[in-house]
């Protein structure tokens, strides 16, 4: 088969790999017909993630058809977060808390390629006519969704009364902010230091766009703020932006610099959540809100081949890339 490989920093490699095989009786094998280019992708190709070591098929947004076993022929959506199913965490609703928890694409193989082989359990059937490229912003939008609703239990006010800011105009920061506003919060921000990125959010109405380096928002002004970079920058943007009382979100994993003000957070009474993927049930909600339109059209989504994937790295590396998500599709299905 073809895979798109990352063999080292700031390189992948379009090229012949073995096919993968199933290896227990829960695995399938799948053919990829899409997979969406990740954040925590370009912090491998950065070489800044130990636990993704070259060589390595990236990729865990992914929807494909089932090659094996008796779904054989069912288009699905993968969770790629896979778990023991066992332990307390597991059987009492939090998996993603699972000590044994694994991810394809991080030390497992991953779904830029034809071919990949995962769990028949960690499948979800696509609707009928549901856009395969929508369809794999299933796992993205479980991490959002999985991040308003720890906040929600929080927030001292309902959230569509809350005044929210978004950092980060990637896919995780744009689809926050497109589910904020479908929960009915109409003061919503959003940040990006890249002008490409600003721009399409304007075009699109993702909220008030601002950019940080140059006309950031009043400090103590917001009840909710959503972290999706996660840089020391950012967490001191958020401990700054967020007003007394307030709530900031974690999501991003960009460095592990400090920046939090654990003062403020103590004096003022803030709660910082931190937030790690999602719930199976995350993951349903996500694609029946992708499928019922709650996230508009999706027109904001770019598609490029895998053959084509070295130069959309590249192109989210230099900054050049206008699109908050790159869907990448195997050679064979792209059109």
């Not at 094998?29 to 070591?53: E, F, I, N, P, W």
Request: hydrophobic share 40%.
């Amino acid at each position: 088969m073809k895979a798109l490989v990352y063999t080292g920093t700031e390189e992948v490699i379009y090229r012949d790999e073995p096919d993968p095989i199933p290896a227990t009786g829960d695995d399938v094998l799948l053919s990829v017909d899409a997979c969406g280019l990740c954040g925590s992708d370009m912090h491998a190709y950065h070489g800044l993630d130990a636990r993704r070591v070259p060589p390595l098929i990236l990729g865990h947004e992914v929807t494909g058809v089932i090659q094996s076993g008796a779904r054989q022929g069912q288009r699905v959506i993968v969770n790629p977060l896979l778990s023991c199913g066992k332990c307390s965490d597991c059987i009492s609703g939090r998996s993603h808390l699972c000590a044994s928890r694994e991810l394809i694409g991080m030390r497992l193989a991953g779904a830029f390629a034809d071919y990949v082989v995962v769990p028949e359990s960690s499948l979800l059937t696509v609707p009928e006519g549901m856009d395969i490229a929508h369809a794999s912003l299933t796992e993205p939008t479980a991490v959002c969704l999985h991040s308003i609703a720890t906040a929600e239990r929080v927030l001292h006010r309902p959230v569509s009364e809350a005044r929210a800011l978004v950092i980060g105009a990637g896919a995780i920061g744009v689809l926050t902010a497109l589910l904020l506003q479908g929960k009915g919060c109409t003061d919503v921000y959003i940040g990006d230091t890249g002008e490409l990125r600003r721009k399409t959010a304007e075009k699109h109405g993702f909220g008030h766009v601002y950019d940080p380096l140059s006309n950031e928002p009043q400090s103590n002004s917001f009840d909710l703020v959503i972290d999706a970079v996660g840089s020391g920058k950012t967490r001191e943007a958020s401990s700054r932006l967020v007003r007394p009382g307030g709530v900031i979100c974690h999501i991003g994993l960009q460095d592990d610099v400090a920046g939090l003000d654990t003062r403020k957070l103590t004096l003022q009474e803030v709660t910082f959540i931190g937030n790690y993927c999602y719930t199976m049930a995350d993951m349903v909600a996500a694609r029946d809100a992708i499928h019922n339109g709650s996230l508009g059209n999706l027109e904001w989504l770019e598609h490029r081949s895998m053959a084509d994937g070295a130069s959309a790295f590249a192109d989210v590396h230099n900054g050049v890339a206008a699109a908050p998500k790159i869907v990448l599709f195997p050679a064979t299905n792209f059109s």
